[in-house]
T-cell receptor
């Protein structure tokens, strides 16, 4: 079974631009979560989607948004990029057949904001 | 979600057993304890999960005392490739209406030859 895939793997943007990152979960997984990882703040939860609905949200500004499609693929968007948005963005998927929170992570998208 | 506290870093030598303890004083009745491993520039990888007593799989053991206020991840006979950051998480799963996974700072394990 293929793992979680994220595209693109690397991205360079400038301040003020916007960016869209894509995540394809493991086949059959309906829950997709997004995280931001930086050296200073560690792994921080952005949001979780299940059946196209956002179920949980972390403490990030409204510039960070996401959505999930009917095939469970998910995208996250960051508008008006700031230098501090430079980070590794990780996507994770979970199976609703697993009772608890085992998540399978993708390789991440490394975003650099100049 | 219960807050977790782990040592920031640990050093070990190849072939030794490593025990990483996590404190979670406010763990709730429905919470499970999960450990993840992360290598640089990769996403975290699930290692083991448990609710109480002891759980063992092919890579690690998890010891949870009766009060569940702490847990210990045990890695037998570590190798250089076990050098990574280890995260302890406490929380419920998807069936309670979704989950909001909070990763702590993790423990950076460095295995030396």
């Amino acid at each position: 079974k293929a793992g979680v895939t994220q595209t693109p793997r690397y991205l360079i943007k400038t301040r003020g631009q916007q960016v869209t990152l894509s995540c394809s979960p493991i086949s059959g997984h309906r829950s997709v979560s997004w995280y931001q990882q930086t050296p200073g703040q560690g792994l921080q939860f952005l949001f979780e989607y299940f059946s196209e609905t956002q179920r949980n949200k972390g403490n990030f500004p409204g510039r960070f948004s996401g959505r999930q499609f009917s095939n469970s693929r998910s995208e996250m968007n960051v508008s008006t990029l700031e230098l501090g948005d430079s980070a590794l963005y990780l996507c994770a998927s979970s199976s609703t057949r697993d009772t608890h929170n085992e998540q399978f992570f993708g390789p991440g998208t490394r975003l650099t904001v100049l | 979600l219960a807050k977790t506290t782990q040592p920031i870093s640990m050093d070990s030598y190849e072939g030794q057993e490593v025990n990483i303890t996590c404190s979670h004083n406010n763990i709730a009745t429905n919470d499970y304890i999960t450990w993840y491993q992360q290598f640089p520039s990769q996403g975290p990888r699930f290692i083991i999960q448990g609710y109480k007593t002891k759980v063992t799989n092919e890579v690690a053991s998890l010891f949870i005392p009766a009060d569940r206020k702490s847990s210990t991840l045990s890695l037998p006979r570590v190798s250089l490739s076990d050098t990574a950051v280890y995260y302890c998480l406490v929380g419920e799963g998807w069936n309670t209406g979704g989950f909001k996974t909070i990763f702590g700072a993790g423990t950076r394990l460095f295995v030396k030859a």
